[in-house]
């Protein structure tokens, strides 16, 4: 199949989502394409991670259709196409674990784990977010942005080709941001589609193909970034502020 004829990698089409007895999602429709590079932007509780359970089908939906690759997401075989990186959480530097050792985790249960394979996706991913030379180091040992760029590799080293992030800014400094931006606009130059949950979108700007803002379960703007709506960032829902479940991505086992 050709590139111009691939069906979207997300297809998303009058989406209802509620929770426990409360609606989340209003109607949403969302479509990205292969390549595409998306910010997924709104106030804490505005529908976020709610929407990204949805598209990879850890929710049930009320209403609507969600596909992926083409594929209703709850018949689809994402566990090799798809790559995750959650929010950091105070436990993410607690594991003794090695930098190499954590980024070799994220084969578990691929098609790549015979050796020599292994060690040349770890060492490749490792070497695409600056770590190379720290592959020995504990994670333990690590700042918070590399523990973050730790995360992008573990989640690159399966070559995804969807990769859904959290908050991958959240806590690093301005010189990471833009390794970590630099890192997403080459990817999705190779053909690597992006989703990206972010509240503002800092390094970024300029290198998103589009902004998608939702508000109170609504999409209320899909276009570009400059033109997005600047709204309030307090309005919180705690059934939506929850972290996203740690079944995404490499972790993923539909059924």
Not at 218 to 240: A, Q, T
Request: proline share 7%; net charge negative; glycine share 10%.
């Amino acid at each position: 199949m050709s590139a111009a004829a691939a069906p979207p990698v997300v297809d998303v089409s009058g989406v209802c989502v509620s929770r426990s007895g409360t609606r989340v999602l209003h109607d949403v429709d969302l479509r990205i394409d292969p390549g595409e590079l998306v910010a997924l932007l709104g106030a804490n509780g505005s529908g976020k991670s709610t929407l990204l359970r949805a598209i990879v089908g850890v929710l049930p939906l009320e209403s609507g259709t969600a596909h992926l690759f083409g594929t209703p997401v709850q018949r689809a075989r994402v566990h090799d196409r798809l790559g995750y990186v959650p929010q950091d959480s105070p436990e993410a530097g607690s594991i003794p674990a090695t930098a190499r050792e954590t980024v070799t985790s994220g084969l578990l249960g691929s098609r790549s784990w015979w050796p020599n394979a292994r060690d040349s996706r770890v060492t490749s991913a490792l070497r695409s977010v600056g770590l190379e030379h720290l592959a020995a180091r504990p994670i333990t040992r690590m700042s918070g942005g590399q523990r973050r760029r730790v995360m992008i590799a573990r989640a690159l080293v399966r070559e995804p080709e969807f990769l859904v992030l959290d908050e991958p800014f959240s806590g690093v400094d301005l010189p990471t941001q833009r390794l970590i931006a630099t890192l997403f606009r080459e990817l999705s130059a190779g053909g690597t589609t992006i989703l990206v949950v972010l509240h503002e979108t800092g390094a970024l700007a300029g290198h998103l193909h589009r902004a998608v803002v939702l508000d109170h379960g609504h999409v209320v703007h899909d276009g570009s970034e400059k033109d997005r709506p600047r709204l309030d960032p307090g309005h919180d829902h705690p059934l939506d502020a929850a972290p996203l479940d740690e079944c995404l991505g490499q972790e993923i086992h539909p059924a």
